[in-house]
């Protein structure tokens, strides 16, 4: 399948890799579908890229790559929203604010993106954990 961004341009992408997010997104209700395209060049972030809207795309990342130590504990609600059976299922993925002074690049550590990758469905969730911040710097 294709789809066209107004910012990434031609994008393809087959059936099985759009996410469904039942929720929608914090301050993206409307928006159920996206795909994640990895940023070759730019790696390790990657493009969180609705379906339903050209305009809305949103830069994401493994917290892991940059907080080795980023723990959370997902509830039972959120298992049994996203179905998830075992631990190997989940993607964890944070947002990532961009600027053009990269010490001032930040992700959310305290709002993960948390999908299933053998169903793709998806939720962001909010932590409680008062150590994880929503502009964690990530350099």
């Known amino acids: 399948m294709k789809f066209i961004s107004k910012?990434?341009?031609e994008m393809q992408y087959e059936e099985n890799n759009i996410i469904s997010f039942n929720k929608g997104i914090p301050g993206l209700d409307e928006l159920k579908k996206f795909i994640l395209l990895d940023l070759e060049e730019y790696?390790?972030?990657k493009l969180l890229q609705s379906l339903e809207?050209?305009?809305i795309s949103l830069i994401v990342t493994s917290p892991y790559e940059f907080f080795e130590e980023y723990e959370i504990k997902l509830s039972e609600e959120t298992i049994k929203n996203l179905e998830i059976k075992s631990p190997g299922q989940v993607m964890i993925l944070?947002?990532?604010t961009l600027n053009s002074d990269v010490k001032k690049i930040t992700t959310n550590l305290q709002g993960p993106i948390v999908i299933n990758t053998s169903t793709n469905f998806g939720e962001q969730i909010i932590l409680d954990n008062s150590k994880y911040k929503v502009k964690s710097p990530l350099l």
């Open 43 to 45: 790696e390790p972030f």
């Open 53 to 55: 809207d050209e305009e």
């Open 94 to 96: 944070t947002t990532v």
């Open 7 to 9: 910012v990434h341009g």
